[in-house]
């Protein structure tokens, strides 16, 4: 069974740096149909698209936050992670890490899911 | 940046039809879309139901569907149950450099 398990600091100061990191055991990381996701949901809010990986390396933002992101992966670990600068009380949020399927001709998002980690900002 | 619709609200009756919908303010929904749909509880992670318009995953249960309506996606779910009673989002790809977006979600209720 698949598991993926979020990790980081869960306070962070306003203008710093947010990390965390996704550990993914019990499947494969590297198959070239999985893309790892990260997804965010303020509290008592809906959810939001950060930005993919694939274990290759290649990656894609949300226009709305790409100018501070940055999604990066290590193969040898099973890990991916997350960074996002300059941060404000505005992402404060639980953090979801999340695997992504290309089937071909379908796309199947989130079908493991991490428990969330909640990354509050706030000095 | 696309925004991606979904009723706020919705009520149904334990045992009733219900359609929650998905619009997308490009214009009307497609396959190509690939529309994705989760349900989310109360202090828990969402989880998928629905992915690329009408497949269901092994967990999904069978009173769940996915479908194209009137140019939106389309979430039915026939004989709900009060287990059914949570938030429902749905996602679309919008665009060309894997620029995926979250509506809003929907709050169903089971009365």
């Known amino acids: 069974q698949l598991q993926l398990q979020e990790s980081g600091p869960g306070l962070v100061k306003p203008s710093e740096t947010l990390s965390l990191t996704c550990s993914v055991s019990?499947?494969?990381?590297?198959?070239?149909?999985?893309?790892w996701v990260w997804i965010r949901q303020p509290p008592g809010k809906g959810l939001e698209w950060i930005g993919v990986?694939?274990?290759?390396?290649?990656?894609y933002y949300s226009p709305s936050l790409k100018s501070r992101v940055a999604i990066s992966v290590d193969t040898s670990k099973n890990q991916f992670s997350l960074k996002l600068s300059s941060v404000t009380a505005a992402d404060t949020a639980v953090y979801y890490c999340?695997?992504?399927?290309?089937?071909?001709?379908?796309w199947g998002i989130g079908d493991y899911w991490g428990q969330g980690t909640l990354v509050t900002v706030s000095s | 940046q696309t925004v991606v619709t979904q009723e706020p609200s919705l009520t149904v009756s334990p045992g009733g039809t219900v359609t929650l919908t998905c619009a997308s303010s490009t214009g009307a929904v497609t396959s190509a879309y690939y529309p994705n749909w989760f349900q989310q509880k109360p202090g828990q992670a969402p989880r998928a139901l629905i992915y690329?318009?009408?497949n269901k995953h092994s967990w999904t249960p069978a009173r769940f569907s996915g479908s194209l309506l009137g140019g939106k996606a389309a979430l039915t779910l026939s004989g709900v149950q009060p287990e059914d009673e949570a938030e429902y989002y749905c996602?679309?790809?919008?665009?060309?450099?894997?620029?995926?977006?979250f509506g809003g979600g929907t709050k169903l209720t089971v009365l």
């Open positions: 996602l679309l790809y919008c665009g060309g450099a894997q620029l995926w977006v």
């Open positions: 990986i694939h274990y290759s390396g290649t990656t």
């Open positions: 999340v695997r992504s399927v290309d089937y071909g001709a379908r």
């Open positions: 019990g499947g494969s990381f590297t198959s070239s149909s999985y893309y």
């Open positions: 690329s318009t009408t």
